[in-house]
């Protein structure tokens, strides 16, 4: 299955949490972030949580280059604001790790972790609202399987 993105803005928590699933390569993470960024309503400033925990990357460290080159073209490229990886696969994490080693310069500040509550305390979600992000994320997964 080709890689998907779903996202959903979560104003009063000033978040967006973002799923991909399926099989993903550079250029659709790209293509996909372009797509997001281009939303209305997107908010370059919230932080993010990101869920790959359903994804498989098609990548090399290498080629994750390009994606950070493009996000330096995005609104709200290096803000300070923190991005959470959830990833739970050991080649998705080893390469997440890399890529956030490789963002040393970037004033936003992005760690990997293997599970959503560690991910909610990092980008400052209150423990008690763990139910709702674990719905949201439920959401966009179903979506992906419509």
Same mark, same amino acid.
């Given at each position: 299955?080709?890689? *998907?993105?779903?996202?959903?803005?979560?104003?009063?928590? #000033?978040?967006?949490?973002?799923?991909?699933?399926?099989?993903?390569?550079?250029? =659709?993470?790209?293509? $996909?972030?372009?797509?997001?960024?281009?939303? /209305?309503?997107?908010?370059?400033?919230?932080?993010?949580?990101?869920?790959?925990?359903?994804?498989?990357?098609?990548? #090399?460290? &290498? =080629?994750?280059?390009?994606? !950070? =080159?493009?996000? $330096?073209?995005?609104?709200?490229?290096?803000?300070?604001?923190?991005? &959470?990886?959830?990833?739970?696969?050991?080649?998705?994490?080893?390469?997440?790790? /890399?890529?956030?080693?490789?963002?040393?310069?970037?004033?936003?500040?992005? !760690?990997?972790?293997?599970?959503?509550? &560690?991910?909610? *305390?990092?980008?400052?979600?209150?423990?008690?609202?763990?139910?709702?992000?674990?719905?949201?994320?439920? =959401?966009?997964?179903? &979506?992906?399987?419509?």
């Amino acid at each position: 299955m080709k890689g *998907q993105l779903r996202h959903k803005i979560l104003d009063d928590l #000033k978040l967006i949490v973002v799923h991909y699933s399926g099989v993903l390569t550079v250029d =659709e993470l790209i293509e $996909q972030l372009n797509n997001r960024n281009e939303n /209305s309503a997107y908010n370059p400033l919230y932080n993010t949580i990101y869920d790959f925990r359903d994804c498989k990357f098609d990548v #090399k460290l &290498a =080629e994750f280059s390009r994606s !950070e =080159e493009v996000g $330096q073209t995005t609104p709200g490229y290096n803000t300070g604001k923190k991005v &959470a990886l959830i990833t739970d696969k050991p080649k998705e994490t080893l390469l997440l790790i /890399s890529f956030v080693k490789a963002l040393h310069h970037h004033k936003s500040i992005f !760690e990997v972790f293997p599970g959503i509550s &560690a991910a909610m *305390q990092f980008v400052g979600i209150p423990s008690g609202k763990k139910n709702q992000i674990e719905k949201v994320l439920t =959401e966009l997964r179903t &979506a992906d399987h419509s």
